[in-house]
């Protein structure tokens, strides 16, 4: 199927332009992918080669630039999607030739032949040869090199040496790497190597320079590697103290592209096959371990294989001083606990600014939770689900020690304990949801339906909410209350809620998730529409929030795109309602609010279209932005 010959539209065709409106793309790519790709579409670079119709609708093509890309955008959901095997698109971009791909498509549905500019092709043939300029002089300088005899290069290389720092290290580290290859290598060497080959040089590593410090840095591997081949025991601690070159790099670096914790994690896994090789390690390891583990900034190596290595005697070690280490912390810090409670209950402290929280108090909770977390994992290994239990019934002074204990309990199939548990959690934190949740599992679970439903309704009374509305429903259902009744005792809560805010003249109601401005008298349906809108009775919802009712815009914009094509004037007054909202606090370069004009207009007729988008470029005139980038028609 060539470029110019676009298929029959079918039924489907207006849905799919939708999707790939201007809006649609820039959404999915950016304002300047998005313009690179419209000049791509316009030189004739996208050669199709298949459409497929169905569900996902898909087109495929070879689009020509710098290179020839197999390219490929489908519809989704409504939403545009696409996939190329370009540079740009491998790190999950949508990238301008998918753009391209995507308004030839567009063309095709509506019948049309796209339009060849020839500025645009000029352009995309530039870009083409510059790319091709520059492999050709590489690939002629390969030559050339490859030609020259030995002597030669490496009189030219010393050379460049001599006048560039980093040349001259890359080359005397390659020299030791090569002295390395050679024979077995004195340990202090190979570790002084390891610490010049992970050396970032002087100052802060950043983003763009994490790339090429850690292209340069990897030579450290294939060292690793070796001295794991040549002397196993030696390598667990050579990697050890590349491990922690690395975690010190990683200090002083922006690796927001996780370039450097990438190599610590390559770094990781070869102490890891070291450990493996070298077999089991002595006993005092185990402390050593527990201290590596402390200081791992990020979790860079496969805890399970290494402890799986080490052998029993370090294995008992690494458990004991754990556990011992807990210990300590635990006790550490019911000491500070009582030393602050106590400096609290002298005279005149409660009347004053309570003691601020030290630093060092933050450090021994976060100690504390990472010892914790560690014990409890060796315990649960080890198989030890009482003293596991110990451990976190020790301190129940929150909701969270409950919590833990009864999803514990539940793990191991005591399902008797657990429900004992969330009961006396629920009655030490009546107020805390989580401990509500595991309440009404234990019910639920163990058929105790008319509790369930007291406190499923209870729930609902303390914080309205859709999801709670039905959980009070299926709750009622369960328990064989008539649904219809209580659905209309529900609306009636909502209702009175709605009433009561209103008579306060109150401006945030409960479940609100904002503050909002509303008129005199104006009574806010937004909660009562949303459950009305997840029951389906969207004739219910259209009745309730017709003016002067409040409703919020997102779930106006919500209503509208889910009533059906009997209902395209409702869609358009919602949808209106929302783009006037939104315009009271908008800003440029006004986005959304274009998308929303767009997505308005297109359920339009042309003459209504054009005279409402003649009516906006009068009301907001003052807003050039927005009136400059309205559609033409």
């Not at 079918?10 to 790709?37: C, K, N, V, W």
């Not at 450990?275 to 979790?299: C, H, K, T, V």
Request: one cysteine or more; aromatic letters at 6%; charged letters at 30%.
């Amino acid at each position: 199927m060539s470029n110019t010959e676009p298929p029959t539209p079918h039924h489907e065709t207006p849905a799919l332009i939708a999707a790939l409106s201007d809006s649609a793309l820039r959404r999915a790519s950016s304002a300047a992918i998005f313009q690179r790709g419209k000049t791509y579409a316009t030189s004739g670079a996208v050669q199709v080669l298949s459409e497929e119709p169905g569900d996902t609708p898909a087109i495929y093509a070879q689009v020509a630039g710098s290179d020839t890309y197999e390219t490929e955008v489908w519809i989704h959901e409504g939403e545009v999607e696409g996939a190329c095997d370009c540079a740009n698109a491998q790190d999950g971009w949508f990238c301008k030739h998918q753009v391209a791909l995507a308004l030839v498509w567009r063309d095709r549905l509506s019948g049309e032949a796209p339009a060849v500019d020839d500025e645009a092709r000029m352009t995309v043939q530039a870009v083409a040869k510059r790319a091709r300029t520059t492999q050709d002089r590489r690939q002629a300088l390969q030559d050339f090199l490859q030609g020259q005899e030995a002597a030669v290069l490496a009189s030219r290389l010393l050379d460049l040496a001599d006048r560039d720092h980093e040349i001259a290290r890359e080359c005397q580290q390659w020299r030791k790497l090569s002295e390395t290859r050679d024979g077995a290598a004195d340990p202090k060497a190979l570790k002084a190597l390891v610490t010049e080959i992970l050396s970032p040089g002087q100052g802060f590593v950043s983003w763009r320079e994490s790339h090429a410090y850690v292209h340069r840095a990897e030579a450290v591997l294939p060292l690793l590697a070796q001295a794991r081949a040549q002397d196993p025991a030696g390598a667990v601690a050579l990697c050890l103290h590349a491990m922690r070159r690395g975690w010190a790099v990683l200090m002083q670096a922006d690796d927001s592209d996780g370039n450097i914790g990438g190599l610590i994690q390559a770094i990781g896994a070869e102490w890891v096959a070291a450990l493996q090789r070298a077999g089991p390690q002595p006993a005092a390891f185990g402390e050593a371990y527990l201290q590596l583990l402390l200081d791992d900034p990020f979790g860079c190596f496969d805890t399970a294989a290494a402890e799986a290595a080490m052998g029993e005697p370090a294995l008992t070690r690494y458990r004991k001083a754990l556990a011992e280490r807990w210990r300590q912390a635990k006790d550490a810090t019911a000491t500070a606990k009582a030393e602050h409670d106590a400096q609290l209950a002298q005279p005149g402290t409660r009347r004053q600014r309570p003691p601020p929280i030290e630093r060092d108090d933050t450090e021994r909770d976060v100690r504390l939770w990472t010892l914790e977390r560690m014990h409890l994992a060796q315990l649960d290994a080890m198989g030890d689900v009482d003293c596991a239990l110990a451990v976190m019934r020790e301190d129940l002074s929150e909701a969270a020690g409950y919590h833990q204990v009864t999803e514990y309990l539940e793990r191991y199939g005591r399902l008797r304990e657990a429900f004992a548990n969330a009961e006396q959690g629920c009655k030490a934190f009546p107020e805390d949801s989580r401990l509500q949740e595991d309440l009404l599992r234990c019910y639920e679970r163990d058929g105790w339906i008319e509790e369930a439903l007291a406190l499923r309704r209870r729930r609902f009374d303390d914080s309205l909410s859709v999801e709670r509305y039905h959980q009070v429903l299926q709750a009622g259902a369960a328990a064989g209350r008539d649904v219809a009744a209580l659905r209309d005792e529900l609306q009636a809560v909502l209702q009175a809620r709605e009433e009561a805010a209103m008579k306060q003249g109150s401006t945030k109601l409960p479940f609100l998730s904002r503050v909002d401005a509303l008129g005199a008298g104006q009574r806010d349906v937004s909660l009562r529409a949303e459950v009305l809108c997840s029951e389906a009775r969207w004739e219910e919802a259209l009745a309730l929030v017709r003016p002067p009712a409040y409703c919020r815009d997102g779930v106006l914009a919500y209503m509208a795109r889910k009533l059906d094509q009997g209902h395209k004037a409702q869609r358009v007054e919602l949808l209106m309602r929302v783009l006037e909202s939104e315009m009271r606090s908008s800003k440029s370069p006004y986005r959304r609010e274009l998308e929303l004009v767009e997505e308005i207009a297109s359920l339009l007729e042309p003459a209504q279209r054009a005279a409402w988008l003649a009516h906006l470029r009068v009301e907001y005139k003052i807003k050039k932005n927005f009136v400059r980038d309205l559609p033409t028609s």
